[in-house]
Nanobody, 121 residues
């Protein structure tokens, strides 16, 4: 399995920005971000495949940007989150193993431990 390690979570006021990072132990993986808010099921946020194609949940389109850096021996996945809203508050998970960009959870085999994002109004 791919080892994944997220970082970059924290607390921010509404309208602010955060950038999440996820280091993968394998290069050029199809990867994605998911999130789980308190009392809710985990949902897909964004995904990027090895060709750079991306897909986003409607709730984050225009505000979040997913990107990938394969320049080093490791593969680092990013999620730039702008114009954050209180409803973006959740634990954010990095995932790997998809074959095409998708936000369907069943397409991913490896998961990180998650990083907390809290947006206050």
């Amino acid at each position: 399995q791919v080892q994944l390690a997220e970082s970059g979570g924290g607390s921010v006021q509404a309208g602010g920005s955060l950038r999440l990072s996820c280091v993968a132990s394998y290069r050029k993986y199809c990867m994605g971000w998911f999130r789980q808010a308190p009392g809710k099921e985990r949902e897909g946020v964004a995904s990027i495949d090895r060709s750079g194609r991306t897909t986003y949940a409607d709730s984050v389109k225009g505000r979040f940007t997913i990107s990938q850096d394969n320049a080093d021996a490791e593969n680092t996945l990013y999620l730039q989150m702008n114009s954050l809203k209180p409803e973006d508050t959740a634990i954010y998970y990095c995932a790997a193993g998809c074959s095409v960009a998708t936000i369907k959870e069943s397409n991913f085999a490896s998961w990180g431990q998650g990083t907390q994002v809290t947006v206050s109004s």
